[in-house]
């Protein structure tokens, strides 16, 4: 067999198209199935950041509680059960409760709802031949018959 057709060899190219092809159908359906496990991971930790940090909140507010905080407990008075103390000089809030602005203190306790990450995906013509159950099994096929060929090719005596 002389040195150029052992290196230009057609049986080369059958394998190697076969098993790019092969790894494509192997490799990107793992690839949107991580991307999507990522994006999920992503979501959960920002939605338990925010849980801590209600968490926190509330535990700051219960400490005040059971310290007593007079500030904290005339403006949960006042919000929560609509009551002003006798000697307020603010007797008018309950009528002029729905001009005012809320005194809701629980209200402000609650952090802002922070923004869930989007999943982005790289839409490209391979994803989508390789994500298409059809399409996929006949590039399954044809990697396969390619690889075969090669081999076979490779195999045959001169």
């Not at 609509?82 to 005194?103: E, F, M």
């Not at 989007?118 to 391979?126: A, F, N």
Request: proline share 6%.
């Amino acid at each position: 067999m002389p040195i150029a057709r052992a290196i230009f060899d057609p049986a080369w190219l059958f394998l190697l198209s076969g098993l790019t092809t092969l790894a494509a159908c192997v490799l990107v359906p793992a690839q949107d199935r991580f991307g999507e496990a990522r994006w999920q991971r992503d979501r959960a930790q920002t939605m338990l950041a925010h849980a801590q940090l209600t968490a926190e909140r509330y535990e700051m507010v219960n400490a005040a509680l059971q310290r007593g905080d007079e500030s904290l407990i005339r403006s949960l008075v006042a919000s929560q059960l609509n009551l002003v103390p006798a000697d307020s000089p603010d007797q008018r809030a309950i009528v002029l409760a729905s001009s005012r602005p809320s005194a809701d203190v629980l209200g402000s306790v609650e952090p802002e709802i922070p923004a869930l990450p989007i999943r982005r995906v790289r839409d490209t013509r391979l994803r989508r031949l390789v994500m298409d159950e059809k399409i996929r099994l006949w590039l399954l096929l044809g990697g396969s018959a390619c690889i075969a060929i090669g081999l076979f090719r490779r195999l045959r005596p001169e």
